[in-house]
């Protein structure tokens, strides 16, 4: 098979998107399929080639307030010329929204089937970076690209159903994989954790990117949970103004690799407090590790975390009721043991390969039936 990969964010740039389209392009190189991969970047972005993929890269501009993420605005043709010299079976459009636009586009120009894979919820990111009154006109322009697509495909229940909500009618669903063997309790570290809290004290441990959209200064609520080291792995453009508005909080800044599994396996419980998770790779990964999770019932954590089985979910917003989930998990060891094993579990089955290989199927669905729902650029914005 030969696969274009319209890809809103890739490498350098390392996100949900980038994580979960590395493990496709080694899947696909696994099966013998040609690759290319079409993404923001400048000349000097590397690499090249990934996985057997070439990558050609867009101009694109850097966003003002977050400079590592790139945004690649520009017409069709350049989109379809590359289309139609390597000449795809199917286009995987990877988070579509500007580049994603440009390609659905392009596609449908030249009648190729189209994949779009919904993975950030970007009209609700625009109130937190103080973008307020367009949050209805992103969804019309979500909408749009996804009602252009052959098929969509959705991570959670929660996003299938907000898609089927809007009208995108060619939608199913297509979860994420998990390494439950670079995931894994057996990297549990106790010289890890001393590093982190000297003194013995039990890890509160959040993975993620330090931006607005996380919701990490929710964790303000478990500064200073008698007993407990709030331990904050990642990067981001909040960084400076989250360590000053967290004082206690140990900093690990950005893990990959072995480092990250470490340190995921040396939680003793894990928060995500963003609501406005799609799916949430690093519950899935705190899960295999055998730590249980606390987040928001909204999104993709409503498929992930099973409430008092695995960890707790709470009403959004309601930060008194997550520090009292984490006390309850902290205080009782037996029942955290617990959950952390029912938690990894529930993960096992979900390899990265039966995932890629149902993506694979859905390639095959959008082969067949390639015609997307709105021809053209035009579209009809339905009441609601």
């Excluded at 596609?107 to 109130?127: C, G, K, N």
């Excluded at 052959?150 to 159903?161: D, F, V």
Aim: hydrophobic share 45%.
């Amino acid at each position: 098979m030969r696969v274009a990969i319209i890809a809103e964010s890739f490498l350098p740039n390392m996100n949900g998107v980038t994580h979960s389209l590395l493990r496709v392009l080694d899947h696909l190189a696994d099966r013998g399929d040609e690759v290319l991969i079409i993404a923001p970047g400048t000349r000097r972005d590397g690499p090249k080639e990934i996985a057997g993929a070439r990558i050609v890269r867009v101009p694109s501009i850097a966003l003002p307030k977050y400079r590592r993420v790139r945004v690649a605005p520009g017409g069709v043709s350049r989109i379809k010329r590359l289309l139609e010299t390597f000449a795809p079976d199917v286009v995987h459009l990877a988070s579509p929204f500007v580049l994603g636009w440009r390609g659905v586009l392009a596609a449908q120009s030249l009648d190729l089937p189209t994949v779009a894979i919904y993975q950030t919820e970007v009209p609700a990111y625009a109130a937190r970076y103080g973008m307020h009154g367009i949050e209805a006109m992103l969804w019309s322009h979500v909408r749009n690209i996804h009602q252009h697509a052959s098929l969509t495909l959705a991570p959670s229940s929660y996003t299938l159903e907000q898609l089927s909500a809007l009208g995108v009618a060619e939608v199913d669903l297509w979860a994420r994989g998990v390494d439950s063997s670079r995931f894994d309790p057996s990297h549990r570290s106790e010289a890890w954790q001393r590093s982190v809290a000297p003194n013995g004290e039990k890890i509160i441990g959040y993975v993620g990117r330090l931006a607005a959209e996380k919701q990490v200064e929710d964790l303000a609520a478990l500064d200073e949970v008698p007993g407990a080291q709030l331990v904050i792995v990642g990067d981001g453009p909040w960084r400076a103004k989250l360590e000053r508005s967290l004082p206690h909080a140990h900093f690990a800044g950005y893990l990959g690799g072995d480092a990250l599994a470490q340190a995921v396996a040396s939680f003793d419980v894990m928060v995500a407090p963003g609501e406005l998770e799609t799916f949430c790779q690093t519950i899935q990964e705190a899960m295999a590790s055998e730590v249980p999770v606390i987040a928001p019932a909204r999104g993709g954590p409503l498929d992930l975390v099973d409430s008092s089985h695995t960890g707790w979910l709470y009403t959004p917003k309601d930060l008194a009721a997550m520090r009292g989930h984490v006390s309850d998990l902290l205080g009782d060891e037996a029942k955290r043991r617990a959950f952390g094993i029912a938690g990894r579990e529930q993960v096992l089955r979900r390899s990265w390969r039966s995932v890629c290989s149902q993506l694979i199927g859905h390639y095959s669905r959008a082969i067949e039936n390639p015609h997307p729902q709105v021809l053209g650029r035009g579209f009809t914005v339905q009441a609601g």
